[in-house]
Nanobody
Framework: QVQLVESGGGLVQAGGSLRLSCAAS????????MSWFRQAPGKEREFVAG????????YYEDSVKGRFTLSRDIAKNTVYLQMNSLKPEDTAVYYC?????????????????WGQGTQVTVSS
């Protein structure tokens, strides 16, 4: 069983920045992927960004490219999502997801483990 603990959400004005963290309870073996999804009220959960742990290959949803950046701390089994130039449409609950795979999938159903979610609210 893998537990994911997220932190870093909050309220920020448009144009501001936040950094989300997701710490995994188990060692991040090479054959794993970690991703961030978000879900706004009344909408489906959508892929935001993901990282393949073995080679640090990163993937981003088109609307966040150039604004969001993934990074990792191997020693802490932690992945970070730096979010800059935030927009009101980025408002959502952000979830960290983990799976033992070599493929970063944009489908929520592909991930076996999820964090509890952290609220990000961007005011205009």
């Amino acid at each position: 069983q893998v537990q994911l603990v997220e932190s870093g959400g909050g309220l920020v004005q448009a144009g501001g920045s936040l950094r989300l963290s997701c710490a995994a309870s188990s060692s991040t073996f090479m054959s794993i992927v970690m991703s961030w999804f978000r879900q706004a009220p009344g909408k489906e959960r959508e892929f935001v960004a993901g990282i393949r742990w073995s080679d640090f290959r990163t993937y981003y949803e088109d609307s966040v490219k150039g604004r969001f950046t993934l990074s990792r701390d191997i020693a802490k089994n932690t992945v970070y999502l730096q979010m800059n130039s935030l927009k009101p449409e980025d408002t959502a609950v952000y979830y960290c997801a983990y799976d033992r795979s070599r493929v970063v999938s944009a489908a929520a159903g592909a991930y076996a483990y999820w964090g509890q979610g952290t609220q990000v609210t961007v005011s205009s």
